[in-house]
């Protein structure tokens, strides 16, 4: 087999491969709440040396 063909292989493989070619995408099954909350608290401004 040359080169050429072995990666035309791979190449053809690695594009199936991303395009989902495994079949339909299913959904995830719902998590419950992880009890971890995230709160942030930002300003900006310009301030004088005075």
């Given amino acids: 087999m ?7 292989s791979a190449a053809l493989l690695a594009v199936l491969a991303a395009c ?3 079949g339909i995408p299913e ?3 719902p998590r ?3 009890g ?5 608290d930002a300003s900006a401004g310009i301030s004088s040396g005075n």
């Fill in 2 to 8: 040359s080169h050429t063909r072995i990666w035309l």
């Fill in 20 to 22: 989902g070619a495994d």
């Fill in 27 to 29: 959904r995830p099954e």
């Fill in 32 to 34: 419950g709440a992880t």
């Fill in 36 to 40: 971890i909350t995230i709160a942030v």
